[in-house]
């Protein structure tokens, strides 16, 4: 099948954009222009355009055309199950001082029941009882990051560390605080997947709508499966970097 017109356009920009022909700030041709270029419409030109802009490469200014997105410096996030700074506290803190920037985050936990994608990944059944978290990251408080997190309440309930964000072991990470009640965390498994955000995911970190997100699937097992989060990653903050031992 024939690719439609407006989406032949749209790639042909993009890859300027990717490639450095069209830097941040510059002006994008026109809808005149981009029309009488590649033979089509007004109407078809313009297409094109709006989704660059939902995709958050380019941006409209009333009055005075369409230019190349600023987009932010790309940063590294490390993703690492042990670092030994980060024992006793968030692997996400502890990132962010590395890169000389305050960590800090948004949370709210309520009890629920486990889905049948959740109830997998923790070996429990579907409906079992789980304390669900969802987290806003914040570096120098500004959203980069969110996640949501998924425990049996099988292994928490009435402990020090059901609630991950109060009590004694608050903010100190997921290792640290199962370790608190006899779970020892030996493996940390990570399935990386990439999507279009969701309205509320874009709301959450000022993203625009169409833009493409990283999501880090990752499950902390000891004897059993103890902890299971999606981490979501805007593309055009973070690249992912892996420290892998090697025995």
């Avoid at 297409?47 to 590294?76: D, F, H, I, M």
């Avoid at 409906?127 to 292994?155: C, H, K, N």
């Amino acid at each position: 099948m024939t690719e439609p017109a407006y989406l032949r356009i749209a790639d042909n920009l993009r890859r300027q954009i990717v490639d450095g022909h069209l830097a941040p700030g510059d002006r994008v041709p026109s809808r005149h222009q981009l029309a009488r270029e590649h033979g089509v419409s007004d109407r078809v030109a313009v297409e094109a355009v709006r989704l660059l802009v939902s995709e958050g490469y380019v941006e409209s200014r009333s009055g005075s055309g369409t230019y190349v997105r600023q987009r932010p410096r790309v940063k590294r996030l490390t993703r690492s199950w042990y670092r030994a700074r980060g024992r006793g506290t968030s692997p996400f803190r502890a990132d962010m001082e590395a890169q000389g920037r305050a960590g800090t985050w948004r949370s709210t936990s309520e009890t629920g029941t486990a889905s049948p994608t959740v109830a997998e990944r923790l070996g429990i059944a579907e409906g079992d009882a789980v304390l669900e978290t969802r987290y806003t990251f914040l570096a120098d408080d500004q959203p980069v990051m969110l996640s949501a997190s998924w425990e049996p309440l099988e292994i928490t309930r009435g402990t020090p560390v059901m609630l991950p964000e109060e009590g004694p072991h608050a903010g100190a990470g997921v290792v640290a605080r199962m370790r608190a009640i006899g779970q020892v965390i030996t493996l940390a498994t990570e399935v990386v997947t990439a999507r279009a955000i969701l309205a509320d995911e874009a709301e959450r970190l000022d993203e625009p709508v169409g833009s493409i997100v990283m999501v880090i699937q990752r499950t902390y097992t000891g004897d059993r499966a103890v902890e299971t989060a999606d981490i979501v990653v805007p593309v055009d903050r973070y690249e992912l970097a892996y420290t892998i031992p090697v025995e």
